[in-house]
């Protein structure tokens, strides 16, 4: 994973660590865990953070709030809960930039007074209940799990593993598979950004 360019500048902007200086490769061996994806990036302000973090060259960010289907923390349903989520790529790596949301402080919890942390490192990969017993099994306790299923069409499962004893912030796992293929979100997601913009920019007086 590249840390030059724009993504270089925003992590430089929001003082915030590189995830090969988080996730050693020795814990991804450990654990049978494919390289991360995606910079979890809690924050206060998801627009703000989007708007700094384009300016900078990296999105557009497709943003919004979102209904955390499935969500479950520690093993217990929040069917209430609501993510504010700001999702785009700095070069061709993925950005998520997470608000404090309504019905879980999951994200807010870490920021301790900044305007943003990093919360996690994202890893796309089949098998999210296998790797997930290792890593429970070795004492990451999984912290929150998600997703959903439209039969064999469509599925979204992701596991947040509390990694952060030893790396400082959690894991995530996701699986996202269309027809039973690995969904590739980069062009659905640079896409639905630049028709958002666009639609504002054609609304605008």
Same mark, same amino acid.
């Given at each position: 994973?590249?840390?030059?360019?724009?993504?270089?500048?925003?992590?430089?902007?929001?003082?915030?660590?590189?995830?090969?200086?988080? +996730?050693?490769? *020795?814990?991804?061996?450990?654990?049978?865990?494919?390289?991360?994806?995606?910079?979890?990036?809690?924050?206060? !302000?998801?627009?703000?953070?989007?708007?700094?973090?384009?300016?900078? %060259?990296?999105?557009?960010? #497709?943003?919004?709030?979102?209904?955390?289907?499935?969500?479950?923390?520690?093993?217990?349903? @929040?069917? $209430?809960?609501?993510?504010?989520?700001? #999702?785009?790529?700095?070069?061709?790596?993925?950005? *998520?930039?997470?608000?404090?949301?309504?019905?879980? !402080?999951?994200?807010?919890?870490? +920021?301790?007074?900044?305007?943003?942390?990093?919360?996690?490192?994202?890893?796309?990969? $089949?098998?999210?209940? $296998?790797?997930?017993?290792?890593?429970?099994?070795?004492?990451? @306790?999984?912290?929150? @799990?998600? %997703?959903?299923? #439209?039969?064999?069409?469509?599925?979204?499962?992701?596991?947040?593993? !509390?990694? $952060?004893?030893?790396? %400082?912030?959690?894991? *995530?796992?996701? !699986?996202?598979?269309? #027809?039973?293929?690995? +969904?590739?979100?980069?062009?659905?997601?640079?896409?639905?950004?630049?028709?958002?913009?666009?639609?504002?920019?054609?609304?605008?007086?």
């Amino acid at each position: 994973m590249s840390t030059e360019g724009p993504l270089a500048r925003v992590l430089a902007h929001f003082g915030l660590p590189t995830l090969a200086e988080q +996730l050693p490769d *020795e814990f991804r061996a450990r654990f049978g865990l494919a390289p991360a994806a995606q910079y979890g990036i809690a924050c206060r !302000d998801v627009p703000s953070a989007c708007a700094a973090a384009e300016a900078l %060259g990296a999105g557009p960010f #497709l943003m919004g709030s979102v209904a955390a289907v499935g969500w479950h923390e520690a093993g217990v349903p @929040r069917p $209430r809960c609501q993510l504010e989520v700001g #999702l785009g790529y700095a070069g061709s790596t993925q950005v *998520e930039f997470l608000g404090p949301g309504r019905g879980t !402080d999951f994200y807010s919890a870490s +920021l301790a007074g900044a305007e943003a942390r990093l919360h996690h490192a994202g890893i796309y990969q $089949r098998g999210v209940e $296998r790797l997930g017993a290792g890593l429970v099994a070795a004492g990451h @306790r999984e912290a929150v @799990r998600g %997703g959903l299923t #439209l039969g064999g069409c469509l599925s979204f499962d992701y596991r947040y593993y !509390d990694t $952060r004893a030893e790396l %400082g912030i959690y894991i *995530e796992i996701l !699986d996202f598979r269309a #027809l039973a293929r690995p +969904l590739d979100l980069e062009p659905l997601v640079r896409g639905g950004a630049a028709l958002v913009r666009w639609g504002r920019l054609a609304a605008s007086p």
